[in-house]
């Protein structure tokens, strides 16, 4: 039957405030008794589904209820119930959206609800949510959704996840709201089931309690999904309420994601606004307190990024920067009702509390963990709190966002699944995968980390790198549309000094083929357990982000296995770390140790070549010199690196991790080559002959030492391998024409 909305409100039936506002409610009984509570909202360009979750977590202990508490014990009494919000109180058509009705029947308690999800359409660069938007729906969803209360969990309605995808929680931070990953669900929902835990504004529910609420829910998703994680990300005082439910269960798979945790609340400037808060404000002041704490949360230009297309010319990206943040001002007055006056007190006193609980009990954390601090954070000391919970919690990752302010999920140039990918930290069960957990970047995540990370463009700009091709039949082209793509490829190569190669050569063989080279790496470069011992910890990110794996002959096989092309370099770390002399020289293994796996899975094997290193790079002293000098020994041989390919003898084997003293160059130019492709997926019972193998792997050995000689030789003839006139050159056109180069023959 249909019900008025005031009425429904008054009778206890509904968890919820309802306003006539083209909104669609429909109420449900969980099979476990519990209240499942969708509904749809559309406004303005662009839409956005959230379901009430079942939450058989009803808080009562110290909270304040609101009039539309809901007595999950009494839903069970109710016959059918239908709520539909109208202009009025009256049901009017043209505010059902695009959703079914769903009634509520009594009888079986374990009657499963089904729900129809709306799907909310990808995100374009037109589209691209910022903290406008976080306001305006909040405002929005306080106003319609929120109606008092115990403490809840809902669900934006998105794509379906994959479906073994692990399910995230998301723990908001003061604002309470739920909805602070907002930017972020689109690519989220691509990973995850998200869940929010929804506070309502006047909700008194202390720690403890939140505390109880989460935890329940964890234990209860980990009977419900033994074999997968539980991910916690956890806004400042969210990540308090992660780190404390992690402290109480150490046995559970954890992910903790805690962005500017509270923990470090004692050393914080919001403790400067207690003796304010404690006692009565007058009204002008209780109104402005709020609004100046919302300076402090982050920067605005960081905020009006989100609607900024990153491949926009400069004046374009001004104008829609300037666009977004005229709009973001006058909104910013809402923010009273997120955090009104009267509930500022209390929540600082119980983020207080919090951090007290927390701190007591953190040396019991055994959860995978990583902190993301923010560099200008003007409400906590983030980094110094970063630093100080990596030394306290075992295994604890930093990483440091040096421009970005409190609200970092809300800041328009960060991206939460980036992050979680890139670092290694996404898997689907107990054990990390990098093949199978593996999830192809987006093409704005190729653009701006992968081919624009500032290294590769740094190296780009100043190496002009030319590639060649060679076609079945033999004819060489500049470029690289003699690869073939009709299977997969194992490239296999020379390594250039120091790895100086790899993200010119993986970048620009994406944009051109199409093929991601899924590289086979060394643990200082990918493992996440030596991000200690390099200058940056995020240097990985790029390089995990982009498919790279640590090197093995497992990880090899799982990734030809599942169709992957790689990027494969026998030499290894004797080569990138050669010596004196030894450019371009190859220190292979005497076995074949890829070709019959190459045959096993028909990969096509294309040998390569790459020349330039010893145009920009002077090795001063080589690894050999550093190892004979006692004191340079101890200063540049990274000791804390377990050793590689322990089970070869002879040059292949000798690959101590080294930091060479070394003078730059003017840069050359690169020049990359690549042969012939061998086929082997005609020859694959051939090829498991070990004659065969071998015979073919001394092949592909001559193949890149022939590309070698011929790139050494031929770019004797480029009139712009020399870097002033290529730079001259290439400026003419605002670095946007390459030199050009010899002819290949």
């Known amino acids: ?31 476990a008794g519990c209240w499942r509570i969708p509904f749809v909202a559309q406004r303005r360009s662009w839409t956005r589904s959230i379901q009430l979750l079942p939450a058989a977590h009803a808080i009562n202990s110290g909270r304040r209820g609101g009039e539309g508490d809901l007595d999950l014990r009494e839903a069970k009494n109710l016959e059918e119930v239908t709520v539909l919000g109208g202009s009025g109180d009256q049901l009017n058509e043209e505010h059902l959206l695009q959703a079914e009705g769903v009634t509520a029947s009594s009888g079986n308690e374990n009657r499963r609800l089904e729900n129809s999800a709306i799907s909310t359409p990808e995100v374009s660069h037109e589209q691209k949510l910022t903290v406008r938007n976080y306001i305006e729906e909040v405002t929005y969803f306080l106003q319609c959704g929120d109606g008092g209360g115990a403490p809840r969990w809902f669900s934006p309605l998105l794509p379906a996840p994959p479906t073994n995808a692990p ?30 835990l929804h506070i309502p504004v006047h909700d008194r529910t202390p720690f403890t309690g939140l505390v109880k609420l989460v935890e329940d829910t964890v234990i209860q998703e980990t009977k419900r999904r033994p074999q997968s994680p539980i991910y916690l990300v956890g806004d400042s005082l969210g990540a308090v309420l992660a780190l404390a439910v992690a402290a109480r269960n150490p046995e559970l798979d954890l992910v903790l994601i805690l962005s500017n945790p509270a923990t470090s609340f004692d050393r914080s400037q919001l403790q400067l606004l207690f003796p304010f808060l404690q006692n009565t404000l007058p009204s002008t002041l209780s109104t402005v307190v709020p609004l100046l704490l919302s300076f402090t949360l982050g920067d605005p230009l960081k905020f009006a990024q989100g609607r900024v297309n990153n491949n926009a010319s400069i004046l374009q990206k001004t104008e829609q920067l300037s666009t977004s943040l005229l709009a973001l001002f006058p909104l910013l007055p809402k923010l009273l009702e997120i955090l009104p006056p009267e509930m500022l007190g209390w929540k600082l006193s119980m983020l207080h509390t919090a951090a007290l609980y927390t701190n007591s009990r953190i040396h019991a954390v055994r959860a995978e963990v990583l902190v993301l601090a923010s560099g200008s954070d003007l409400v906590l000391p983030s980094i110094d709190e970063a630093e100080r919970l990596k030394k306290i919690i075992p295994g604890c990752r930093v990483r440091f966002f040096s421009e970005n302010g409190h609200l970092l999920f809300l800041e328009g140039d960060f991206n939460l699944a980036t992050l979680i990918r890139s670092t290694g930290s996404y898997r689907r069960k107990h054990k990390y995968d990098p093949v199978n957990d593996f999830v192809m970047f987006t093409r704005d995540e190729f653009q701006t980390l992968i081919y624009n990370h500032q290294l590769s463009t740094f190296m780009r700009q100043v190496t002009s790198p030319v590639f060649f091709s060679t076609a079945e039949d ?14 997969p490829v194992m490239l296999v190569g020379y390594h250039m000094f120091l790895g100086l190669e790899l993200g010119i050569l993986v970048a620009e063989f994406w944009k051109e083929t199409g093929i991601l080279l899924r590289g086979l790496a060394h643990p200082i470069a990918v493992g996440k357990m030596y991000e200690d011992f390099v200058p940056d910890r995020a240097m990985g990110d790029p390089a995990r982000l982009g498919g790279a794996v640590l090197v093995s002959g497992k990880a090899m096989f799982q990734l030809l296995k599942s169709g992957a092309s790689v990027l494969l370099f026998p030499g290894g770390q004797r080569e990138a770390g050669h010596r004196k002399g030894e450019a371009y020289k190859l220190f292979w293994p005497e076995k074949a140790e890829f070709v019959r796996m190459a045959a096993r899975y028909g990969v096509t094997i294309i040998p390569f070549a790459s020349v330039g290193e010893d145009e920009l790079l002077e090795i001063l002293v ?10 340079l020994n101890n200063l540049l041989v990274v000791k804390d690196v377990p050793p590689l390919r322990t089970n070869l003898t002879g040059e292949v084997a000798d690959q101590p991790l080294v930091a060479p003293i070394m003078a ?18 005609d020859r694959r019972e051939e090829l498991q002959q070990k004659d065969e193998a071998d015979r073919l792997y001394h092949h592909v050995k001559r193949e890149v030492e022939n590309g070698l000689a011929y790139l050494q030789e031929k770019r004797k003839e480029d009139p712009y391998r020399e870097f002033v006139p290529r730079v001259l050159y290439e400026s003419l056109s605002g670095m946007k024409n390459k030199a050009p180069t010899f002819i290949p023959e």
């Open 167 to 196: 399910i995230l929680l998301f723990l908001p931070g003061m604002d309470g709201t739920g909805l602070g990953l907002l930017l972020h669900h689109e690519s989220l929902a691509r990973l995850f089931e998200l869940w929010c």
């Open 474 to 487: 033999g004819g060489v082209i500049q470029g690289l549309s003699n690869i073939p793509t009709d299977r």
């Open 622 to 631: 080589d690894a050999n010199e550093i190892r004979s000098v006692p004191f």
């Open 1 to 31: 039957m249909g019900v008025n909305v005031a009425a429904c409100h008054q009778a206890r039936l509904v968890p919820v405030a309802l306003e006539a506002h083209g909104l669609l409610q429909k109420v449900d009984i969980h099979e």
């Open 664 to 681: 730059p160059k003017l840069p050359g130019r690169f020049y990359f080559k690549f042969m012939k492709p061998i086929r082997t997926h």
